[in-house]
């Protein structure tokens, strides 16, 4: 993800640039900027991001500015000083327009970040007036852009850095690619044919991890980050004649939610979530919808699948997670279960037996604040009773639901003959 798509085409452009083959393809130079730029404006208007379209508009602009300043002569005078200013303003804003909450292109959400920019443009052509830049040229030997104004760059790296692990979209590390894109220009070939090649590469990066990041929102699931149910309905048509899918449950996730709250629960289903991504078998996991998650194995048999599922069912029973704020979430607890219209609205009192200590998901060697929660799993594979991967979810599905009537936090195979597991390993799961 780090390297494609915004490595590879800085390498490309670099290594066009610096070959023969540049001078031959210059003349085209205008049509590929044009229409890079109208291309990823587009775009950015298309899928409501104002965060790129604004990036997009700082990039035009800089190099606009820094051509008409100076004039190919970018040693000495207001060309050097764009030069500068450049390498400071864009990665600031690039940063700045990170920080900033996505609002789309609403008037409340586009005016401040246009006057932004036109306040930056007010300040660079007064900077860049002849009687405030500096006359001398650039000593043999001295970088095009000062040692200090190179930390923009790297503060500018470290944010989208930073912001990847945090976000995990292709669009963080699409940025840190253009910010080095425009350390080559304006370092490397701050004028000229060059210089117009980084910078509709800068924009061609950002535009391409637009239009990556949408693909991952589509096919993954933005809370936990694991594939979604559009990955899942094109997973089911490659599957080959040998397969297993199991449906993943978690155990009274509604009554969890009600009880701590949803910021609880999506901490829940993250949790839950990393988990099943780490199963064994080569099995790859999906949320299909709410708290029901999905897994197929390819070449895999449903009772080899079975070994790596109760495995995963009995790691996350044993997984704990902190839960913030607990002591006021079990305050508000307390208040709703004393309410009579709270156990109304929750199904009666018979929903506060002890089965609760099932779903409440602190053991009592835990600490209050830390919590811990179950699954129950069905399992099913082709068979002459059902083919198509549609007859094996269902059949998955009715044994997830044998799994829940049989008291949760075990797996169920859609079949009719007992299992039993390997020699030495303990199984809550019922024999059908």
């Not at 610096?18 to 208007?45: E, K, R, T």
């Not at 700045?96 to 007010?122: D, M, Q, W, Y």
């Not at 470290?158 to 840190?176: D, L, M, W, Y």
């Not at 399992?379 to 198509?388: C, F």
Request: hydrophobic share 45%.
């Amino acid at each position: 993800m780090w390297l494609v798509p915004g490595g590879l085409l800085l390498a490309l452009a670099a290594a066009l640039v610096s070959s023969s083959l540049f001078v031959q393809v210059a003349p085209s130079l205008a049509f590929y900027y044009v229409a890079v730029f109208a291309a990823g404006l587009l775009l950015a208007w298309r899928f409501n991001s104002s965060r790129v379209l604004f990036s997009l508009l700082v990039l035009l602009l800089a190099h606009r500015a820094v051509e008409f300043f100076s004039d190919g002569q970018t040693h000495t005078g207001p060309g050097r000083t764009a030069v500068v200013l450049a390498a400071l303003l864009i990665p600031l804003n690039f940063i700045v327009f990170a920080s900033l909450r996505e609002r789309g292109l609403v008037i409340a959400g586009i005016a401040p970040r246009f006057g932004l920019l036109f306040l930056e443009s007010v300040i660079f052509a007064v900077l860049c007036r002849p009687e405030n830049s500096p006359a001398g040229p650039v000593h043999p030997g001295e970088a095009a852009i000062p040692l200090w104004i190179l930390l923009s760059f790297v503060v500018a790296t470290a944010v989208f850095v930073r912001r990847f692990f945090q976000t995990r979209k292709p669009i963080e590390p699409g940025f840190a690619w253009s910010v080095a894109a425009v350390f080559m220009w304006l370092e490397l070939a701050p004028a000229g044919k060059a210089a117009d090649a980084y910078v509709a590469t800068a924009a061609l990066i950002l535009g391409a991890s637009l239009i990556e990041t949408s693909y991952v929102l589509a096919y993954h699931d933005e809370l936990t980050g694991i594939r979604g149910r559009r990955a899942f309905n094109e997973a089911l048509l490659s599957l080959d004649q040998q397969y297993a899918i199991a449906i993943v449950d978690i155990d009274h996730f509604k009554k969890f939610n009600d009880t701590y709250g949803h910021d609880v629960g999506d901490q829940v289903l993250c949790m839950v979530a990393k988990r099943l991504s780490q199963v064994g078998g080569d099995g790859q996991a999906f949320r299909c919808g709410g708290e029901e998650f999905a897994i197929v194995f390819r070449n895999t048999s449903a009772k080899e699948a079975f070994e790596h599922l109760d495995s995963l069912r009995q790691i996350i029973a044993k997984s704990t997670f902190q839960v913030r704020g607990s002591e006021r979430r079990a305050e508000r607890s307390a208040e709703k279960r004393s309410n009579p219209q709270n156990e109304l609205r929750t199904g009666g009192s018979d929903r506060r037996k002890p089965t609760r200590k099932k779903t409440a998901p602190a053991s009592p060697s835990q600490s209050p604040d830390r919590l811990s929660v179950n699954v129950s799993i069905g399992v099913a594979e082709p068979s002459t009773r059902y083919r198509q991967p549609e007859q094996v979810i269902q059949a998955a599905d009715q044994a997830l639901y044998r799994a829940k009537n049989k008291g949760r936090n075990r797996v169920e195979l859609a079949s009719t003959a007992p299992l039993r597991l390997a020699e030495g390993k303990r199984s809550k799961v019922s024999r059908l």
